[in-house]
């Protein structure tokens, strides 16, 4: 498929096949979808992917995505901020939310330790979630929801060594989860149970 017949439509196609899980056939697709619709709303369509890049921010506190410095969860007084739901990326925060069954606030790693894809501690929040336990003065409980699979274990285990000393409760989800699941693929009930019956964290 390299014989466009428009050097501006090859650009777009291979723009939106960039994405992941997007073939360059479904992203052909995609581009002659957007060219028989209005200009207004495809200018719209690319103003609100560039407001991602330009005015998309990361709460200073917990790394979720947030239009201003601290994000709606972090800001939120009626939240118990005395438990702290450790997850790996932004859809995990969005999936437990679904299920209405958590409220307290988050800590978003931005990934988990995997030394193949090059991600190590340091490439995460860790730190900054050490001292939001620090801060707390061990008066915190601090929930550890990353999945099940060799990664997630890893990661979970390296954060409770580097909180454990500071005396924080930490836990864990139930294992309603199977091993290897990922948060974002539950569906709300098991989520939601897992969440309430949180068990304490055994290395």
Known sequence: MNDFPSKTLQMAVEAISSLPGVGTRSALRLALHLLRQPKEQIHHFSEAIAALADDIHYCSVCSMVSDGDICSI???SSRDHSTICVVESVR???SIEATGQYKGVYHVLGGIISP????GPSDLTIASL???V???KGDVEVILALS???EGETTSFYIYRQIEALGPKVSTLARGLGFGD???YADSITLGR???NRQIFKP
């Open 92 to 94: 995990d925060v969005m």
């Open 148 to 150: 099940g699979d060799v």
């Open 130 to 132: 050490v001292e939001r």
């Open 74 to 76: 972090c800001a939120d």
């Open 116 to 119: 193949i894809d090059g991600m």
């Open 194 to 196: 897992s969440i309430l």
């Open 182 to 184: 990922d948060l974002e």
């Open 134 to 136: 620090k801060e707390a």
